[in-house]
């Protein structure tokens, strides 16, 4: 395997959660008697990366506490095998050289009423990566580890995960030219195809000089996106078509149909 390391962000809350979210982030709710972040760390660690950096924020100490009762339930991580990391931080190594290391987002940048923005989480992790490529996605997305597996791609572009859409107006779109993404589109009215941005990257350190050009958008956060057309703008950004599936796991009802898909179990492929 080419690239090693998967950044994970998972510093919100999940708002849109409502009553789900009153006491831990989404990403630690259960579905099927498992948290659904456990779900995506076994497709990741399925896909073959080692090396898990999950940026958090809110609820950090549920997050180190999974961290450790995950170890006991995976099927990657055994119980005799799970050990502290040495020095600072509160990852977890396993057997086969797997490991989850996590760093709180609001301690490193401040709290999210200073900064805040999908693009923050990769301030975060500038110093960690250094010049290595990498995986990045959000921690409430679930892929097939196939998918997961397609985004190790070993050269010196960066890549950009996209799916089809019935309604691609409500996305973000990725338009091509030429091979390469020209741009994203964000909710756009008007139509520029049917593939849209499925939250599924893979990056060259290009990424971080590049995130810090980015200014606040009129959300009045920072966003991946901003950092992402101007790779495109270089012409060092790529696309590829996710074969399986992408589940987005925001609302109260994504909770049910998370739950169908696992009992019809879908959610690993080899």
Not at 50 to 57: H, M, T
Not at 67 to 90: D, I, M, Q, V
Not at 223 to 242: P, R, V
Request: hydrophobic share 35%; with cysteine; net charge positive.
């Amino acid at each position: 395997m080419a690239i090693k390391k998967v950044v994970i962000a998972a510093a919100g809350q999940g708002t849109r959660m409502l009553h789900l979210t009153k006491n831990k982030s989404k990403h630690l709710i259960n579905v099927c008697q498992k948290p659904f972040l456990s779900y995506l760390l076994d497709n990741i660690l399925e896909a073959g990366y080692k090396e898990i950096i999950l940026v958090v924020g809110y609820g950090d100490e549920l997050m180190r506490r999974f961290l450790k009762e995950y170890g006991y339930k995976s099927p990657h991580l055994s119980a005799g095998s799970l050990r502290p990391n040495s020095g600072a931080g509160a990852g977890y190594s396993g057997r086969c050289g797997d490991k989850v290391e996590l760093i709180n987002q609001f301690e490193i940048l401040g709290p999210k009423e200073k900064i805040y923005g999908t693009a923050c989480p990769l301030m975060c992790v500038k110093d960690i990566i250094k010049n290595s490529q990498f995986v990045y996605l959000c921690g409430d997305n679930l892929y097939s580890s196939r998918d997961l597996r397609i985004m190790n791609i070993d050269d010196d572009y960066c890549y950009i995960a996209g799916i089809e859409h019935k309604n691609p107006e409500k996305y973000g779109v990725l338009v091509e030219k030429d091979g390469f993404l020209e741009k994203v589109v964000e909710k756009s009215k008007e139509y520029f195809g049917n593939i849209i941005n499925a939250g599924l990257y893979k990056f060259t350190p290009e990424i971080f000089e590049k995130v810090s050009l980015i200014k606040k958008s009129s959300r009045e956060e920072y966003e991946i996106t901003d950092a992402i057309n101007l790779l495109a703008k270089d012409k060092k950004m790529k696309i590829k078509i996710i074969k399986d599936y992408w589940m987005d796991f925001g609302n109260p009802s994504d909770v049910i149909k998370l739950s169908k898909f696992i009992t019809a179990g879908k959610t690993l492929r080899p």
